[in-house]
């Protein structure tokens, strides 16, 4: 048997067992009822089952064409999603986006940035790598990310930068300690305090502006351990081996038993910024980064 089944056997099937009427379903797909009746029967022919139970007066389904025409009516549902896809494709081609960020870029614009991108560009593939400042630099200068979401002042020949987020520092604190937001006076009150702080290899820029906070202040704080990992501080921090100074962000997000303590009365501030390679552009980037500019004024 040479037949094969086409698309258009399972369509003529399709709407036959619908209308469960030879004549009726004839009128339906404009073809005579003899030339209905050869499609079903090659489609029998070719799967070597009864689809059909013909009566004088009645036509019924067997399990078999239950099941296929059940399956039929998938595969169409996806053709017509294929079809769709192809049309958004030739107006829209499907880009790729590399994000690297630090934690703290989670609690503030990022996750709502990430949203808006899904919901205006479905078909835009985004990856995301929690990264360390330096190595998200490296990684544009070499274009293996697109945006960077960084806490550096300094950067690079080549890589541009916008600003998305400014704001101050806070303590954090565990629980039980004794100086909580209520009674807090001064960083003098922490002048005996082990730190737990971020590291150079975080930001050397971030980690400058942390120490001029000291300096303001007239100590020197006593480091006891330096991570790149905002939970990591903050699971130290809880289990009393420090306190710790951070972004005020970081407050959102994490579901840590610690306290904070503001310290927006410092001169002192933190920039959240958005990183690109000025060599490497492509229509994804283009989207998110109309989205960020939707999100915090065109700067």
């Given at each position: 048997m040479s037949y094969q089944i086409e698309l258009r056997h399972l369509h003529y099937f399709h709407v036959l067992a619908g209308e469960l009427h030879f004549r009726k379903a004839a009128q339906r797909l404009f073809i005579s009822q003899p030339g209905l009746s050869r499609q079903i029967k090659q489609m029998e022919e070719i799967y070597g089952v009864s689809l059909l139970?013909?009566?004088?007066?009645?036509?019924?389904?067997?399990?078999?064409?239950?099941y296929l025409n059940r399956e039929i009516e998938q595969l169409f549902i996806q053709i017509s999603k294929i079809e769709r896809d192809v049309r958004y494709l030739g107006e829209n081609p499907v880009s790729q986006l590399r994000l690297g960020f630090i934690g703290?870029?989670?609690?503030?614009?990022?996750?709502?940035?990430?949203?808006?991108?899904?919901?205006?560009?479905?078909?835009?593939?985004?990856?995301?790598?929690e990264l360390s400042n330096i190595l998200q630099l490296e990684m544009l200068l070499r274009e293996e990310l697109d945006f960077g979401f960084v806490r550096i002042d300094a950067v690079p020949n080549g890589i541009l930068t916008i600003p998305i987020l400014t704001e101050h520092f806070c303590l954090v604190v565990s629980k039980n300690h004794t100086i909580q937001q209520h009674n807090f006076k001064s960083l003098d009150d922490f002048?005996?305090?082990?730190?737990?702080?971020?590291?150079?290899?975080?930001?050397?820029?971030?980690?400058?502006?942390?120490?001029?906070?000291f300096r303001d202040?007239?100590?020197?704080?006593?480091?006891?351990?330096?991570?790149v990992n905002a939970l990591t501080i903050f699971n130290l921090v809880q289990q009393g081996l420090g306190v710790a100074l951070v972004p005020a962000s970081l407050k959102r997000g994490y579901n840590i038993d610690v306290?904070?303590?503001?310290?927006?009365?410092?001169?002192?501030?933190?920039?959240?910024?958005?990183?690109?390679?000025k060599n490497k552009w492509h229509q994804g980037m283009q989207f998110l980064l109309n989205i960020v500019h939707e999100k915090i004024g065109d700067l």
């Open positions: 139970e013909r009566g004088k007066r009645s036509v019924k389904l067997t399990a078999a064409g239950s703290s870029a989670v609690q503030t614009l990022l996750a709502e940035l990430l949203m808006t991108l899904k919901r205006d560009h479905p078909r835009i593939e985004v990856e995301i790598q002048k005996q305090e082990e730190f737990i702080l971020f590291s150079k290899e975080y930001s050397q820029s971030y980690y400058d502006l942390v120490m001029s906070i202040a007239d100590f020197v704080p006593r480091v006891s351990l330096r991570t306290n904070f303590i503001d310290l927006d009365m410092l001169d002192q501030r933190t920039t959240l910024s958005l990183a690109w390679n």
